[in-house]
């Protein structure tokens, strides 16, 4: 079982609807990252928070809001999203962004489809 | 610009089969080099992480190896089995990006009964 741990497993929404994806860890990892997969596609970094604040956004667009509320709680914000942002979201987490002597930790990720 | 090739893309062998998985990169300046294992629809699961000064990993029936001077890294696995059936990605951070982790293509590995 993986230790990071992401709601809800599927989600199908329209492209008016407002939803939001959890990532919740217990590491106590001060570093949490969001990575969007297409399928057959490696993971491709969206958003990384240290210490809860932003550290990078990989110019994703702005109906892709993250927030951090807290060091163990990672929310990814949904709106107005198009078909073409359906994928496999990915959250991730180590101890510290940029210790390179730690593993980076994935949860199993939460199915998006935009119809 | 470090770029990571995992070949080849498929591979399938009979059970039992001692089987290697090779990934290359182009800049030798890196910090380290991690496996995953990810299974169809699920997220990825560490295998291995190698520090740029080892020289190897091992886990079980796993040994990867890593080799900077010629951009090469492989994953070696023992007596494979049909539940190693799986996709298997290397990343690396580059000591010259921002640290962000690179991704190779992935290997997708079918082990046959």
């Known amino acids: 079982d993986t230790e990071v741990t992401q709601t809800p497993k599927h989600l199908v929404m329209g492209m008016t609807n407002k939803k939001s994806l959890k990532c919740e860890q217990h590491m106590g990892h001060r570093a949490m990252y969001w990575y969007k997969q297409k399928a057959k596609k490696p993971p491709e970094l969206m958003f990384v928070y240290s210490y809860e604040k932003l550290s990078i956004n990989e110019s994703v667009p702005s109906r892709f809001s993250p927030e951090c509320p807290n060091s163990s709680l990672l929310n990814l914000h949904l709106h107005a999203l198009q078909p073409e942002d359906s994928a496999l979201y990915l959250c991730a987490s180590r101890v510290r962004d940029k210790d390179f002597r730690s593993p980076l930790h994935f949860g199993n990720g939460t199915r998006l489809t935009v119809t | 610009k470090q770029e990571v090739t995992q070949i080849p893309a498929a591979l399938s062998v009979p059970e039992g089969e001692n089987l290697v998985l090779n990934c290359s990169f182009t800049d030798s300046a890196i910090y380290n080099l991690q496996w995953f294992r990810q299974d169809p629809g699920k997220g990825l699961t560490s295998l291995l992480l190698?520090?740029?000064?080892?020289r190897e990993q091992t886990s079980g029936r796993l040994n990867a190896s890593l080799d900077k001077s010629s951009g090469r890294s492989t994953l070696y696995i023992a007596a494979s089995q049909p539940g190693d059936s799986a996709t298997y990605l290397c990343a690396l951070y580059g000591s010259g990006n921002t640290g962000k982790l690179i991704f190779g293509q992935g290997t997708t590995l079918q082990v046959k009964p």
């Open positions: 190698i520090q740029s000064s080892q």
